[in-house]
C-alpha cells in the first residue's frame, strides 16, 4: 500500500485520495459532499495531513464542543 502523507503525494495523487474515499462527489447525495471536500481541502492543498483532520472532526463530537449544524451531514455551515 502506498502512502497517503503529504511528504509523500503530489496534489493530484492527493485528490484522486479524497476521491476515491468519498466515492460519487458528483452525484451530492443529499448535499454533504461539497462539505466534505471542503472539510479536506486543508490535506489536497498539503497544509494537513489526514490523521489531523480526522482527529480535529471526532474531537468536537467527543468534547461536545459545538453543536453541529444538522442541515449538513458534517455540521459544517455554508
Known amino acids: 500500500m502506498k502512502s497517503i502523507l503529504i511528504e509523500d503525494t503530489t496534489r493530484e ?16 447525495c443529499d448535499g454533504c459532499s461539497p462539505g466534505l471536500i471542503e472539510m479536506y ?6 497544509r494537513k495531513e489526514l490523521r489531523e483532520i480526522n ?22 455551515t455554508t
Open 55 to 76: 482527529m480535529e472532526f471526532n474531537a468536537r463530537y467527543t468534547r461536545g464542543a459545538a453543536e453541529p449544524d444538522r442541515s449538513s451531514c458534517l455540521g459544517i
Open 13 to 28: 495523487e492527493r485528490e484522486q485520495i479524497v476521491a476515491d474515499s468519498i466515492g460519487n462527489i458528483d452525484g451530492l
Open 41 to 46: 481541502q486543508a490535506y489536497i492543498d498539503g
